[in-house]
């Protein structure tokens, strides 16, 4: 395959998408306390009403609210009081037409009560009777029955990513367990006779596994587990092995560094070696990251990321993230959030590539200033300091200082 050849982004993303269709991994059934960040493995229904039965909401007195009608402070409506709702226990009184109950907020309402007058607006001078200064309409000041969630609806959809507001709805309808997409297994590979450990003290000429690190982050943030499998040195043999390894235990795979087209970069020759359909992509029409690869080993995935970290970090987020999503079954990415800002300065680009760019994110004048981190990509401080990302779209030759631009946040 020529590397120079390059696709374009869009048609990477689809051929990934589309080799990854109907591969998603297995689920498995988790307590929901441990179901948060988890994907949805099916639809979840209702199997009651929420709330269960129709409820107040202030302290003040049930009535029919029929009986209210024209009531003001001129001209106050009287009430019998007949007794008194308690909390967490059924009320058993049936209002009938110029009787009432007093209620307190959450509490049921009793058989023919259709609105709740607050306190407030009224007035008692002994515990037999009190007098109504406003009229209510039916459903003032009360949550029927089933007006939050009724039985059978959809509360979360297969594919949903679970946030605190869908484990909250999952325990007010009572469910203690959730069937969820069981976590990828992400073997990542460093590459280089260069690198070490972070854990070692550098020698000349030695630098430390960066991606490895990064990338794990990252993928650990979009639900993965991620198994990072070392450093392998600059041979053919144990690429081979590695990657054997790794697609034997793992769902997907990265492989950092030895992307490239240099008698050293083993990357494609590895995948090729291992079996059908082998690479599919080897280079892509972007920057960074223009020498990545992708091919299937039989069923698992295989990425080839550039040794540079801010490129290995730019395709993660493209692409990397999106397989992994995939693979868990999740219908939309949750992690991708945008805001509108003004571009500081002009940006040029290449027609024909999608150009990445790393921004700083400043407020002036009650707007978003977007300024751009320029550097190459071996220079980890142009995403560490970043806020965001700038993305230039393959059909533009640059962006202009003044426009404004979407910019995907680093979170």
Do not use: W
Not at 31 to 39: E, F, Q, S, V
Not at 198 to 206: K, N, R, V
Not at 221 to 249: H, N, P, W
Not at 354 to 375: C, E, H, S, T, W
Request: aromatic share 4%; hydrophobic share 45%.
């Amino acid at each position: 395959m020529d590397f120079f050849q390059c696709i374009s982004l869009s048609e990477a993303q689809d051929l990934i998408m589309d080799r990854l269709t109907g591969m998603a991994v297995d689920s498995e059934i988790v307590d929901l306390p441990d179901a948060l960040g988890r994907i949805v493995a099916e639809n979840i229904m209702a199997k009651e009403d929420l709330p269960p039965f129709s409820r107040s909401t202030v302290d003040g007195f049930a009535v029919r609210s029929a009986d209210t009608f024209g009531a003001s402070e001129s001209s106050p409506a009287l009430f019998s009081i007949i007794g008194k709702v308690m909390m967490g226990e059924e009320s058993t009184i049936e209002l009938q037409s110029g009787q009432t109950v007093e209620i307190p907020t959450g509490g049921m309402l009793p058989a023919g009560a259709d609105a709740v007058v607050m306190l407030e607006y009224t007035e008692q001078h002994d515990e037999s009777d009190v007098m109504v200064l406003k009229m209510v309409a039916p459903g003032d000041n009360l949550v029927g029955k089933g007006d939050d969630i009724k039985t059978g609806i959809t509360i979360v959809e297969q594919g949903q990513k679970l946030a605190a507001q869908h484990i909250g709805a999952l325990a007010a309808c009572g469910f203690t367990d959730i069937l969820v997409s069981k976590k990828v297994e992400v073997a990542i590979l460093s590459t280089g006779d260069e690198l070490v450990d972070i854990h070692e003290s550098l020698q000349g000429g030695q630098i430390r596994d960066v991606n490895s690190y990064a990338l794990g982050a990252m993928l650990t943030e979009s639900g993965c587990v991620v198994k990072r499998m070392g450093i392998l040195k600059d041979s053919f043999k144990q690429f081979y092995d590695a990657l054997k390894a790794a697609v034997a235990t793992c769902q997907l795979v990265i492989i950092s560094g030895g992307s490239s087209v240099g008698a050293r970069d083993y990357t494609e020759k590895a995948i090729n070696a291992l079996g059908a359909p082998g690479v599919l992509i080897h280079g892509m029409a972007v920057k960074p990251g223009k020498p990545t690869i992708f091919g299937m080993i039989g069923g698992i995935p295989v990425f080839g990321l550039p040794g540079h970290p801010v490129a290995a970090m730019t395709i993660c987020q493209q692409l990397v993230k999106a397989a992994a999503c995939k693979l868990m079954g999740q219908q939309q990415r949750a992690d991708v959030f945008v805001i509108l800002a003004c571009l500081s300065r002009n940006l040029p680009s290449v027609p024909g590539r999608d150009d990445f760019i790393n921004v700083r994110l400043r407020k002036q004048d009650g707007k978003y200033m977007a300024i751009p981190i320029l550097g190459k990509s071996g220079l980890i401080s142009t995403i560490s300091e970043a806020d965001g990302t700038v993305h230039i779209p393959a059909d533009k030759s640059g962006l202009y200082q003044g426009e404004v631009v979407e910019v995907v946040l680093i979170k």
